[in-house]
């Protein structure tokens, strides 16, 4: 019992150390890195519109097109302007918050999951392109991903309600959360009695539409076409991955539809053989065996289940959820058509607990960690760059494969029983 108490304190001073240490690495970037201007006047000039009564989405742009994002961002983002009055300054250091913040709840996400040497940790606050990410660029991806690590967390504590309105309000800041879904969904089937999927779900979709509430009643079209849009293609130029892909083949809906195919078979794939292998399959993890040969026979096992469950919320494991969770969004990151570079933010602060969930021996860990960091750091991507990422994405990937799943149902300490 000595060593786990021994490895949780040294955990815990290592996410210390690294939280005050940002906090002057922040302050440092704030006063002496050159702020760049991307997104933020564009952000301004939408949230300015919102706030002067427009509810037409067709009608607020800024001076890089129109709004693409879903009403949870300008909420986000008026709250900034109020705050910031739409000054640079205050704004990095809201900003400069919000890392310290979404850092903790990593930190938090890493300690209870307790796979990590205590040292690793010490990689969370090693990214370049993270940092600018944060307060030299100030995206509005930066307000998603501590809103999706939230509810991610959340459903560490089994708060899965409370989790599924986060996960919804990270949704409606911007729409590359939804990445985690699929993933999220097996988890609730796993983990809850389907009417509490149900109700969690509903409720998750009732927060959307509050959200959303203002301009649906007023422009419903408009919202939903231009925030919801799942369509869109992105520049060649500004890609990070499949640079290497010629650029008619990158735009084109044939590739698209590839990416989509291979996205839901690796999702297939990675449920059946790991995420549900104790269950002995999908099925048989949410519940429903379909052991007879007869179709109405497993209907009626659906509906019985759908409407009759008063089956007892299994308790998930936290490096099950953790794992699921991550693992899922990974796959997703690497089936995207396009990564912008602030798209690093969604898959980074999981890299460690990826590289140290596959069976590597650290030195190559440590590589793969450094390499995919490099990658983000050349500007303007080219194929080589592109292609290397891509190949250290697979290598990842494919280590993960090779990895033990973990028992999905967290144990008693002491007797080693299913809690």
């Known amino acids: 019992m000595e060593r786990p108490r021994k490895r949780d304190t040294n955990a815990a001073l290592a996410a210390a150390i ?4 940002e906090i002057f690495v922040l302050a440092a970037i704030i ?28 009608e607020l742009r800024g001076d890089t097109g129109p709004l693409v994002y879903p009403a949870g961002f300008l909420y986000s983002f008026s709250v900034i302007r109020f705050l910031t009055g739409g000054a640079l300054f205050p ?10 913040v979404n850092l903790g709840i990593i930190l938090l996400i890493y300690t209870k999951t307790n796979l990590l040497p205590w040292w690793a940790l010490l990689l969370l606050s ?7 990410i944060f307060v030299l660029r100030l995206f509005n991806d930066c307000v998603a991903v501590t809103l999706v690590h939230s509810a991610i967390a959340l459903l560490l504590y089994k708060h899965w309600y409370l989790g599924l309105i986060m996960f919804s309000g990270a949704v409606s800041v911007k729409m590359n959360v939804l990445l985690y879904a699929p993933p999220l969904l097996l988890l609730m089937l796993k983990g809850m009695s389907t009417k509490g999927v149900i109700l969690a779900s509903f409720s998750a979709a009732a ?31 500004w890609s990070v991955n499949f640079k290497f892909v010629p650029e008619s083949i990158f735009v084109s809906k044939a590739f698209a539809i590839a990416l989509v195919v291979v996205h839901l078979l690796l999702l297939f794939f990675f449920a059946r053989c790991k995420w549900c292998r104790h269950e002995g399959g999908i099925l048989p993890a949410i519940g429903l065996k379909c052991d007879d040969s007869k179709c109405s026979t497993f209907l009626h096992k659906l509906f019985v289940k759908v409407w009759f469950d008063n089956s007892i919320p299994c308790n998930l494991d936290a490096e099950h959820i953790t794992t699921v969770m991550f693992v899922g969004n990974f796959i997703g990151i690497i089936c995207a058509r396009s990564l912008h570079y602030q798209f690093y933010s969604w898959y980074f602060y999981s890299l460690p607990f990826l590289l140290w969930k596959a069976p590597f021996p650290t030195p190559l860990r440590l590589l793969l960690f450094f390499g995919v960091e490099i990658c983000w750091n050349i500007y303007p991507s080219n194929a080589i760059s592109s292609f290397i990422l891509l190949l250290f994405h697979l290598i990842i990937l494919w280590g993960l494969w090779r990895a033990p799943s973990e028992y999905p149902y967290a144990r008693h300490e002491k007797t080693g029983k299913e809690v």
Do not use: C
């Open 126 to 132: 090693l990214s370049k392109r993270v940092h600018s």
């Open 91 to 100: 704004a990095q250091v809201i900003f400069g918050i919000l890392y310290i």
């Open 18 to 21: 690294v939280l005050v240490a």
């Open 31 to 58: 006063k002496y890195v050159p702020y760049t201007k991307i997104d933020w006047d564009a952000y301004m000039s939408q949230v300015e519109g919102f706030m002067e009564g427009e509810r037409n989405y067709a």
């Open 207 to 237: 927060f959307q539409v509050l959200l959303g509430f203002p301009f649906l009643v007023a422009y419903p079209f408009e919202y939903i076409l231009r925030s919801f849009n799942l369509g869109r293609v992105f520049i060649h130029f």
